[in-house]
């Protein structure tokens, strides 16, 4: 199987603050593709974006005005699972606030964002329930701790 991840830097302060980013990124995709693999060969973009970005796009496609960390946009193709944007701002201070490396929350914000575009979603208990361990198999790849055990 084959995957082709595009990813972007749109905001400054990613580059200083993760100077891996791109790797980072990537490596992210590999490790939640490796525990759902797609259907055949894929490609997906990430960027890596700012509050006020983020805020419109979630203004736009969701109807709430305010930034979030992570949105994901399915393209609802096998071939091309669609694209994720995160914001360096509130994905900062979410890190900050629960005592987490940017680092190992911007790659649980991808493995997230990937898992949205391959139709997972926590919007339900049950969605949560079956979602939530994928994501702990792939940080656990990546070497990350459980956040939601920590979250406990």
Known sequence: MAVRIGVRIDHRPWRE???DARGLVRR??????????????TELAVALADDP???RL?????GLDKPTNVLSF??????LLGDIAI????????????????????????VHGTLHLLGYDHETAEDAAEMEPLEVRALAALG?????????
């Open 17 to 19: 603050a993760v100077p």
């Open 28 to 41: 992210a995709v590999r490790a939640a593709l490796a525990v759902v693999p797609p259907a055949g060969d």
């Open 53 to 55: 970005l983020l805020q």
């Open 58 to 62: 979630n203004l736009t496609y969701r």
């Open 74 to 79: 399915a393209a609802g193709e096998p071939q």
């Open 87 to 110: 914001a360096f701002e509130t994905t900062a201070r979410e890190a900050a606030t629960a005592g987490k490396r940017l680092d190992d929350h911007l790659s649980h914000l991808v």
């Open 144 to 152: 990350i701790a459980d956040p939601y055990e920590e979250a406990a």
